[in-house]
Structures are given as C-alpha cells and as structure tokens.
C-alpha cells in the first residue's frame, strides 16, 4: 500500500515539471528604419563626397551654406518639382534664401547628378 502511494506520488511531480517547460518565444528579426538603406542616399553621398558640396555643407551644422538638415527640413517631402528646382539651382548657383552667401555654380554636374544629391538631402530630414 505504501509503495503505491509513493509512486503516485513520485508520478504525479514528475508530470508537473514536463508541462511547465513550453515556451514558445519566437526570436523578433528587427528591422531598422533606417533611411541610408535607401539607394538614392547611398548614391547622392557618393556623389557629394566627391564635389566640393562638403566644403560648404554639413549635415547637422551651418558652415557656409545651411546644413543639410535644415534644407530638408525646409522643403520637407521629395516632390519632383522641388527636387528639380533645388537641383537647378546647384547647377545655376545662387542666393537669397539663407541669406547673402552664393552658393556657387556647379555647372559640369549632370542635372540627374545634382538630383540624386538633392534626394540624399532630403533623406536626413527629422
Ligand atoms: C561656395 C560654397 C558652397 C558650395 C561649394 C556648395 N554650396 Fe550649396 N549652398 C551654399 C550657400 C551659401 C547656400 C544658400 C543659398 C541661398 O541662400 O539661396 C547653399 C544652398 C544649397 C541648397 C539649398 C538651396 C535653396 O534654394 O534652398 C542645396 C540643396 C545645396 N546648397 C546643395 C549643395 C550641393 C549638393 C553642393 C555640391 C554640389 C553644394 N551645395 C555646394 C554654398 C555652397
């Protein structure tokens, strides 16, 4: 009599433990929101660091020119008009919307050139 209680006993625990066990976390593959994904960032970078844009422009900070975070933050959103016109006027060069200072003419960039620049500007807005 003894005995088979204790086995039952012993069972019974043993039953207990096997069923706490299951866990069905599964690991979360987290994905950056990140806009250098992006190619037109990539590229437009490329593109900048080999001008002379960063003589001018930084990105966070106003040196000549603005940074290129107030310019996105300016003309948020990449319509193409903007984009067109912003690019022109890296061509063209010019002045009175900062201030004084002209930005100078960039006039051996290809218009498709000085948009992808434009595109990756845009990208840095917050
Ligand atoms: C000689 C200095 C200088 C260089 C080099 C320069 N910029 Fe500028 N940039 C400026 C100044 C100054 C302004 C502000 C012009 C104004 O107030 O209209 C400006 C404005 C801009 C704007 C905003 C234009 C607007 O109408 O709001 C963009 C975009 C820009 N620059 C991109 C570039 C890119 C891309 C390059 C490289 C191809 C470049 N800049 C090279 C001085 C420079």
Redesign the pocket.
Same mark, same amino acid.
């Given at each position: 009599m003894l005995c088979t209680a204790a086995l039952m006993l012993a069972s019974c625990g043993g039953g207990d433990k096997k069923e706490a066990g299951s866990k069905t976390d599964e690991p979360v593959a987290e994905k950056k929101d990140d806009a250098s994904a992006n190619p037109d960032y990539q590229n %437009?970078l490329a @593109?900048?660091a080999k001008?002379?844009? =960063?003589?001018?422009?930084k990105v966070d900070e106003k040196?000549?020119?603005?940074s290129?975070r107030d310019?996105a933050n300016?003309?948020a959103g990449t319509s193409d008009t903007i984009v067109s016109?912003?690019?022109g006027?890296?061509i063209n060069?010019?002045?009175?919307?900062? %201030?004084?200072? @002209?930005?100078?003419p960039?006039a051996a =960039?290809s218009k498709e050139d000085?948009e992808t620049?434009?595109k990756?500007?845009m990208l840095l807005k917050k």
């Open positions: %437009g @593109l900048i001008s002379d844009c =960063l003589t001018c422009h040196l000549i020119g603005p290129y310019v300016k003309y016109h912003l690019a006027k890296i060069g010019g002045s009175g919307v900062w %201030g004084e200072v @002209l930005m100078t960039h =960039l000085a620049m434009v990756y500007i």
